[in-house]
């Protein structure tokens, strides 16, 4: 089946867990298809996981462009969301319309921006013009600086409500997908019951609509220490389609995460 935005919708509406991984080329574009995961993010990880740098800053839009083309070519069911690369979006509506034009004819079928309520402007722009629009916040990688590392977003009551703030600004603004990184479960929850789109948690507790991993941290490849909502999923599957299908049932069954992934 044809994942949509509608499928999304109706899922989380069923109270049906929505699965997400981070892809890169085709063969694994493939084998995520085939295991039933609904959206394969082509994220700006890729600079730290597939190119070796420290952070997505350096991700260039012909980089994306090209690793969406791969992972296009590979799916044939799940919804392809690409990564707004860092500095060709927050300028002006136009320039992230002309940027989200080029990931969508790359293969997107829909793109995600990182950003709190000032990023409602663009959101609308880009939904008025046909670009299904997933909205990122707490813990933005392309922020990292100004946060002074990757760090627990949202922990003060002050942060709290400034984030469940952006999260209605954005849904208002017509955002069809939120991604919540790095919150308290109890804010994440909140924001769930309240804003009308999905939300996908990284680190942000199990009462979400979906939850979303790097492809690379779940299989246990990626080197360096571990961010707490990282599960090994690798460590007792015996193969990469067995990993991968063991978290999807996980998602769907409420099991991952567990409180140990918890914030």
Known sequence: MKITVNTLHKLAAEGQKITM???YDASFASLLDEAGVEILLVGDSL????????????????????????????????????????GAYQQSPQQAFAHASRLLQAGAHMVK??????????????????????????LTPQFVNAFGGYRVQGKSEADAQR?????????????????????????ARQITETVNAPTIGIGAGVD??????????MLGVY?????????????????????????????????????????
């Open 47 to 86: 600079g730290p996981v597939m190119q070796g740098i420290e952070s997505t800053l350096p991700v260039s839009e012909d980089e994306m462009a090209y690793h969406i083309r791969c992972v296009a070519r590979g799916a044939k069911n799940a919804l392809i969301l690409g990564d707004m690369t860092f």
């Open 208 to 217: 979400v609509s979906g939850q979303v991993l790097v492809l690379h941290d």
């Open 113 to 138: 921006l990182e950003g709190g309520a000032y990023m409602a402007e663009t959101t609308r722009f880009l939904v008025e013009r046909g670009v299904p629009v997933c909205s990122h916040i707490g």
């Open 223 to 263: 080197p360096g220490k571990k961010a707490r909502f990282v599960k090994n999923f690798m460590h007792e599957a015996g193969s990469i389609q067995g990993a991968v299908e063991a978290y999807v049932k996980a998602v769907k069954a409420k099991t991952f995460p567990s409180e140990e992934h918890t914030y």
């Open 21 to 23: 991984l981070t892809c």
């Open 163 to 187: 984030i469940l703030n952006d999260a209605k600004a954005l849904a208002e603004a017509g955002a069809s997908l939120i991604v919540m990184e790095c919150v308290p479960a109890a804010l």
